[in-house]
């Protein structure tokens, strides 16, 4: 049955009132800062509380630090509106909680550094294609792209884990985890270059079972790995320190900036408690912090 958040707001004061007894002075405070977040609902034309999605809810918290309330107040607020959607959930008023893989801002928090798409698209066509190490180190940069894999699950690839007719690849991470992971069409298709220009000439007719071979045709090492993509990125005119775990962080927070669900992100990335992942979604809303300030009007 459709529930206005409205109405689902005046339910769950309700139940604070009357079931949990709370004080005149604590439902104020709550009912300010769910005023709050109808406001910003009703701007984005969202009135049903099953529309509202984890989305709307760190774009919310966007908002407020934009109005320079403290990490505290921010948190706080976030509270609130958990309990709101833990109690509409409760009641089976609606199926999914939005708020409830959102994590609480946290004053201080280190946050991975990324590159931008920018970046991406020139590192990404620095390898000079038309050499057989091009072919791969291109392949091998666009498959760390496209898939978040860590560098140790990169160079431990073989042949067989690769499907590239299903567009998935299988990998083990840590705790001898297997996992399955879509690989994009663009990756594919330079893995499919590699493997029919490049991977023959490294092997040699060794028949080796890593997918990503040495110019001894031996399996490539983290380390020449590192000193590849540093060249590479030094070609495309990346001066910033680089790393394959920062393409790892870039991959995951450019998938959540373009609306990738939490899990499906957590699932890719091979973390086994999405408390792990959630450090994107800070990263993800302090680049949405940047762009509103930019570009809004009246920021």
Known sequence: MPLALESGVDLFLD??????????????????????FLRFCEKRAVRDARDVDSRHVLAWLVSLSGEALSIRSQ??????????????????????DPAAEIDSPRPGRRLPEVLSVDDIDRLLVAPDASTPRGLRDQAMIETLYATGLRVSELIGLRTADVNLDHGILVTLGKGKKQRVVPVGEAARDRLRD????????????????????????????????????????LRAGITRPISPHKLRHSFATHLLERGAELRAVQAMLGHADVTTTQIYTHLSSTRLREVYRTHHPRA
């Not at 139940?15 to 709050?36: F, P, Q, V, W």
């Not at 991977?199 to 060794?206: A, E, K, L, S």
């Open 15 to 36: 139940h604070l009132r009357i079931e949990r007894g709370l004080s005149r002075n604590t439902l104020l405070a709550y009912g300010r800062d769910l005023s709050r």
């Open 75 to 96: 948190a706080r607020m976030l509270v609130t509106l958990r309990g709101l959607f833990r109690h509409l959930r409760g009641e089976r008023h609606i199926e999914i």
């Open 194 to 233: 590699y493997l029919r220009d490049a991977r023959p000439g490294f092997d040699r007719g060794r028949n080796a079972a890593a997918l990503f071979l040495t110019d001894r045709g031996r399996g490539m090492t983290r380390q020449g790995f590192w000193k590849l993509l540093a060249r590479h990125a």
